[in-house]
Structure formats: C-alpha cells, structure tokens
C-alpha cells in the first residue's frame, strides 16, 4: 500500500481546520479542494484520501466546528436533571451568548452561505438536546401542549431561529416575553412557572 503524503500537521484533522478558515472566508462554492490544497500546503490527491468529496469535508469541517458546542449542550441537558424549572431558559441563554461570541469572532470575515449552514445545522442538532429537557420537565409536572419531539422541533426552530437571526440587543429586551410563551406552551402550572424565575 501506498505511504500517505504527508505535510506539515499532515492528518484529516488538519486538512479540516485549514478547509474551515476556507469555508469560512469563501464560502463552498467559493471554495475548491485545490485552493485548499494550496493552503494546507500539500497535493490535492491527499485530501481526496481523507474526504472523497467536497461536501464530505465541508461536513467534518461543521462537526469539528460543533463539537464544543456539543459538549455544552450535553452538560445543560445533564444539569436539567437537578435544575429543572430554568433548564430551557438556561439552554437558550447559553445559545444567546454563544451567538453573541460567534458574531464577535466571525461575523466580519464569514461568508454569508457557511452562516446560513451554520444556523440550520445549529436547529437541528438543538432538537434532541430540548426534547430531553422536555420529557425531564414533565417529570416535574409541567403539561407540554404537544408531545415533547414536535414540542423540541416548535421550540428549537422558534426560539433558537430567534435567537440565531436576529439582532442580539432586541432578542435581550424580548427574553422575558418569550420566556413567559414557552412556559405557556410547556403548559406549567403559575407555581411552577414562577420557579423559572428563580436564581438557579
């Protein structure tokens, strides 16, 4: 078997972080396999040994881009099961302050068609994570007014979208209203509710 080139970092990994800042700045059909070649500073013919396509890598290069936001995603849905009555509100405030963050590091640089990718890929790998919260919340006695999947998909795509497309300063002063429709939605009871006020 062949010996694999190699270069300098010379992985699947590396090739994706350097295709990332790629994607990012061109956009994906800005971006072609040769100018990320170039970049990486190896033969084209080794990044097809890693990814046999461009949308196989643009794939790697969002998974590597979510992974930390996995991990904080998965640590919130964890803490519901001890913080239950501000889980969702805790949730979409990690994601307000991650927006705000991303925007600050990217905003200036990043083509519009990967912010795009990035939005839709944020709502539906939020699904499973608020639907989980979901189903711990009616352990805790909350009614939610559809069964919890479509009840995460309302929540992620209505909230999250919110959240996600427009502007940070006007989301801040709406929280408070969207906080007091989902509780609604989550069909809790006014004792209930009032806990997702209370310092966690």
């Not at 990044?47 to 046999?52: D, E, G, K, L, M």
Request: glycine share 4%; net charge negative; charged share 30%.
């Amino acid at each position: 078997m062949a010996r694999k080139q190699k270069f300098d970092g010379g992985t699947a990994n590396e090739l994706a972080r350097v295709a990332a800042k790629e994607f990012f700045e061109k956009g994906f059909d800005g971006t072609s396999m040769r100018s990320i070649a170039d970049a990486a500073g190896c033969e084209a013919g080794l990044i097809y040994y890693y990814y046999r396509t461009k949308d196989d890598l643009f794939s790697a290069v969002l998974d590597n881009f979510f992974d930390q936001y996995k991990a904080d995603f998965e640590r919130l849905t964890e803490e519901a099961k001890t913080i239950p009555y501000r889980a969702l509100y805790r949730f979409f405030a990690y994601m307000k302050s991650a927006t705000r963050e991303f925007r600050e590091k990217y905003s200036a640089n990043m083509h519009r068609t990967v912010r795009w990718a990035i939005r839709e890929q944020t709502l539906t790998l939020i699904e499973p994570y608020i639907q989980r919260i979901i189903e711990i919340l009616m352990t805790f006695g909350a009614k939610p007014r559809l069964a919890p999947k479509p009840m995460a998909v309302f929540l992620s795509h209505g909230v999250g979208s919110v959240i996600l497309h427009e502007d940070a300063d006007w989301v801040d002063e709406i929280t408070d209203d969207m906080r007091k429709t989902v509780n609604i939605l989550m069909g809790l009871d006014e004792e209930t509710s009032r806990k997702m006020f209370e310092q966690a």
